[in-house]
Nanobody, 121 residues
């Protein structure tokens, strides 16, 4: 059983910072692309940032220059550093990973439970 466990969410004032962490636990053949999504109330879930196993990153235009994604392949963890936060960043943030359980089977998307980030004065 593979699980994604998130931590680091909370309440922060505009202009503040937070760091989110996600760890993939359980046996896995490989962890491929890892990323962070977010979903605000009444809005569709959107991709915030992703990083592949080679370290290549991608960001949504709305967070470029403010958020930084990083991963540790040996530990199967991925972090998201959020800086210069504004109220528009308020959402539930979800960790996502494409994981192969066995080498002969294709990868499957796994999701974390989500962690709340609230930006408000």
């Amino acid at each position: 059983q593979v699980r994604l466990v998130e931590s680091g969410g909370g309440l922060v004032q505009p202009g503040g910072s937070l760091r989110l962490s996600c760890a993939a636990s359980g046996s896995a053949y490989s962890v491929d692309v890892m990323g962070w999504y977010r979903q605000a109330p009444g809005k569709q879930r959107e991709l915030v940032a992703s990083v592949n196993s080679a370290g290549a990153t991608s960001y949504a235009e709305s967070v470029k220059g403010r958020f930084t994604i990083s991963r540790d392949n040996a530990k199967n963890t991925v972090d998201l550093q959020l800086s210069s936060l504004n109220p528009e960043d308020t959402a539930v943030y979800y960790c996502n990973a494409l994981i192969r359980i066995r080498s002969w089977r294709p990868g499957t998307n796994y999701w974390g439970q989500g962690t709340q980030v609230t930006v408000s004065s």
